[in-house]
């Protein structure tokens, strides 16, 4: 902490004469080891307020300036860096044009002849219902009637990068956590415990036949 302390008249008169050369009140202060107020107050004191306003001011400008120059001359220097650069990229290019030009004098390239698979591809995205692993117990969101809540793939925007034709699947959706389960539940629904999760490769046909074919977790796409 700065306190106040008396000046010389010896140091008043070099504060005036820095001050007018452009040294901040800040830098005179720590200079001189006193606060910005005694600084400012004894050069208003000598030369006046008006005075010092205009000095004032005119640091702050000649501040803005030299920032300006700076810049400018740090632009300047990254412009010819860039320039710099570009040509010695342009030199590389030449070289490496002139060894293509050279190669392709000599090189003959042989057609490629692979056989390309053009059947459908497969599935790639879902797992069977007899080979994924469910927990015990799982819930599920139903009407007040207690009927399955049926989607399509295509309203799920995790799955949208599938095909037209997968969108257009109808699903069913199964959720490992109750908390979660009744996140997504509406008024009109509401969410019932599947206690053994065996019974979906049971009544996987019955909800086939219903044309339901895949069974959304946190986990997978599970296909029936």
Same mark, same amino acid.
């Given at each position: 902490?700065?306190? #106040?302390?008396?000046?010389?008249?010896?140091?008043?008169?070099?504060?005036?004469?820095?001050?007018?050369? #452009?040294?901040?009140?800040?830098?005179? $202060?720590?200079?001189?080891?006193?606060?910005?107020?005694?600084?400012?107050?004894?050069?208003?004191?000598?030369? #006046?307020?008006? @005075?010092?306003?205009s000095?004032?001011?005119?640091?702050?400008?000649?501040?803005?300036?030299?920032?300006?120059?700076?810049? @400018?001359?740090?632009?300047?220097?990254?412009q010819?860096?860039?320039?710099?650069?570009?040509?010695?990229?342009?030199?590389?290019?030449?070289?490496?044009?002139?060894?293509?030009?050279?190669?392709?004098?000599?090189?003959?390239?042989?057609?490629?002849?692979?056989?390309?698979?053009? $059947?459908?591809?497969?599935?790639?995205?879902?797992? $069977?219902?007899?080979?994924?692993?469910?927990?015990?117990?799982?819930?599920?969101?139903?009407d007040?009637?207690?009927?399955?809540e049926?989607?399509?793939?295509?309203?799920?925007?995790?799955?949208?990068?599938?095909? @037209?034709?997968?969108?257009?699947?109808?699903?069913?959706?199964?959720?490992?956590?109750?908390?979660?389960?009744? $996140?997504?539940? @509406?008024?009109?629904?509401?969410?019932?415990?599947?206690?053994?999760?065996?019974?979906?490769?049971?009544?996987?046909?019955?909800?086939?036949?219903? #044309?339901?074919?895949?069974?959304?977790?946190?986990?997978?796409?599970?296909?029936?």
């Amino acid at each position: 902490m700065i306190l #106040g302390k008396r000046l010389t008249e010896e140091q008043k008169e070099e504060i005036i004469k820095l001050f007018t050369s #452009g040294v901040k009140v800040d830098d005179l $202060s720590l200079k001189f080891n006193c606060t910005k107020f005694t600084i400012s107050r004894n050069i208003k004191k000598k030369i #006046g307020e008006e @005075q010092y306003n205009s000095l004032l001011v005119r640091n702050k400008l000649n501040k803005l300036n030299n920032n300006k120059s700076n810049i @400018q001359k740090i632009e300047k220097q990254d412009q010819n860096k860039i320039l710099k650069n570009n040509i010695k990229n342009s030199n590389k290019t030449d070289y490496i044009q002139d060894d293509i030009n050279r190669m392709s004098e000599f090189i003959e390239i042989t057609p490629l002849n692979f056989d390309i698979d053009h $059947s459908t591809q497969k599935d790639l995205t879902s797992v $069977s219902i007899t080979d994924v692993n469910l927990p015990n117990t799982v819930y599920m969101i139903v009407d007040k009637k207690v009927e399955l809540e049926i989607k399509y793939l295509k309203d799920y925007p995790k799955w949208n990068f599938l095909s @037209q034709d997968e969108l257009k699947r109808k699903t069913i959706e199964i959720y490992y956590d109750l908390k979660t389960a009744k $996140s997504f539940c @509406q008024k009109e629904q509401k969410v019932i415990k599947v206690p053994n999760t065996n019974i979906f490769k049971l009544v996987a046909p019955i909800l086939s036949s219903r #044309g339901i074919s895949r069974i959304i977790s946190a986990e997978n796409l599970i296909a029936l």
